[in-house]
């Protein structure tokens, strides 16, 4: 169990995934400090055992629990797989993929099954963060259907203590929430726990990637920003007063992720949102990338629970879904999903090695390999270098769109040469 030293050393640098519950659960105890966490106050014994429980930079299980539901080593416990779009054109063109979270949501506040929504809400100024609050606004809900690459953490619970509430939030966000619901530190107001699948966040300071590459100064101030914006798969928009408009397709601007690329991405085994009860991805497929129709998600119905509202809303004629095999979905993010669930093993070792802290979850062991740790030391050390100051000043040297062509073909190349490696014995892990 960490004790409060522990947490005083590197636990806040390295484990921590700045999901922000603990500084909702013990207020006077931690703080946010430009979105990292640091802890003000000693926990008394009580109190750090509560949190060595739910804190998702301690460690989760991902064991088999559930016998009444199929369950996947990879993705958890799940009900049923889809693809889906939502049948507003509008919608499904200004949303990340599909628009499924964001119909799931109108629906919810539309039927009155909840009273609010808690989701991040991007206030007027576009150089803040986006903050977690509650919502049953339509037009607010709509207006932040967009991808968020870095981690918004939950500053409170906004006193929803006597509300029916929808929680759209991140893997870890929504298995800490369920522990404490589980151990009655809060009250079973969450109705509805709805997510995204996650493979690489940013770090916050992500931006001063951007203006690197554009030769735009530090404190430039920014009017408009859209990770996801146009056509699926779409492209980065942003808008710094005083500058053109800038737009870089979403597989060239995938050059940021090594400057930029979060501990928790290289450390988290959760790729699917294994507590929610609906997850959403993009669906990564020939058959739907090489079309010309608008973004098309994956969907998880992760229980019953999940699946009856994805029905609802196909009967509704709001969203199209479709049913697809186990074996097509995983074969959409084969690659994360190894990257998260078997890679992360060997990761989390290298860091230990190091004495530095790790999650410890409890998952499937794997047989570990030579080759694959190679792997791994050269992924970590091309990270390390990149997001160090000299690493970053690559990113002043070339352009943009010539970083997002070397990115592209590297990795390519990259997941060529390591895919036999990495795929081995997947469907049986």
């Known amino acids: 169990m960490l004790n409060n030293e522990d947490l005083n050393k590197k636990f806040f640098h390295y484990a921590c995934t700045k999901c922000g519950i603990c500084t909702a659960v013990y207020p006077n105890n931690f703080k946010l400090l430009n979105d990292s966490v640091c802890l003000s106050k000693y926990l008394s014994l009580k109190e750090l055992k509560l949190f060595n429980n739910f804190c998702p930079g301690t460690g989760f299980s991902y064991i088999n629990k559930k016998k009444n539901l199929k369950f996947s080593n990879l993705i958890g416990p799940y009900y049923k797989s889809y693809v889906g779009y939502s049948n507003d054109d509008i919608l499904r063109k200004n949303s990340a993929s599909g628009g499924i979270i964001t119909e799931i949501l109108l629906y919810l506040i539309k039927s009155k099954k909840v009273d609010y929504i808690m ?35 939950i500053k409170n619970f906004n006193n929803i203590d006597y509300k029916r509430v929808a929680f759209v939030g991140l893997p870890d966000q929504i298995s800490s929430l369920k522990i404490l619901e589980k151990k009655k530190i809060i009250k079973k107001n969450f109705k509805f726990f709805i997510g995204p699948m996650v493979g690489i966040n940013m770090d916050n300071d992500s931006i001063n990637g951007i203006k690197l590459s554009y030769n735009i100064k530090k404190d430039a101030k920014i009017k408009k920003l859209k990770w996801r914006e146009g056509k699926w798969p779409g492209y980065l928009g942003i808008k710094f007063y005083g500058h053109k408009k800038i737009k870089l397709k979403k597989f060239y601007y995938n050059f940021l992720l090594p400057f930029y690329c979060s501990h928790e991405s290289l450390l988290s085994a959760d790729f699917s949102n294994e507590s929610a009860d609906i997850s959403v991805g993009d669906a990564w497929s020939p058959k739907y990338e090489n079309s010309n129709s608008g973004g098309v998600s994956l969907i998880w119905s992760k229980n019953l629970h999940g699946d009856k509202i994805l029905k609802l809303l196909k009967q509704k004629k709001a969203i199209h879904v479709s049913s697809i095999s186990y074996e097509e979905a995983i074969k959409m993010h084969a690659h994360m999903l190894d990257f998260k669930k078997r890679g992360s093993q060997y990761r989390r070792n290298l860091y230990k090695l190091f004495n530095i802290p790790v999650p410890k979850h409890k998952l499937k062991k794997i047989h570990f390999r030579l080759s694959r740790y190679l792997i791994e030391i050269i992924i970590l050390l091309v990270i390390k270098i990149l997001k160090s100051k000299a690493g970053k000043f690559i990113l002043y040297i070339f352009p943009p769109n010539l970083l997002g062509v070397i990115f592209e073909k590297l990795r390519l190349f990259w997941k060529n040469l390591t895919k036999n490696i990495k795929r081995q014995n997947l469907k049986e892990y």
Request: hydrophobic share 25%; aromatic share 6%; charged share 25%.
């Open 119 to 153: 989701m991040p809400i991007q206030g007027r100024d576009q150089n803040k963060l986006p903050e977690y609050k509650i919502t049953k606004n339509i037009h607010e809900i709509k207006s932040n259907s967009q991808s968020i690459y870095t981690k918004i953490p």
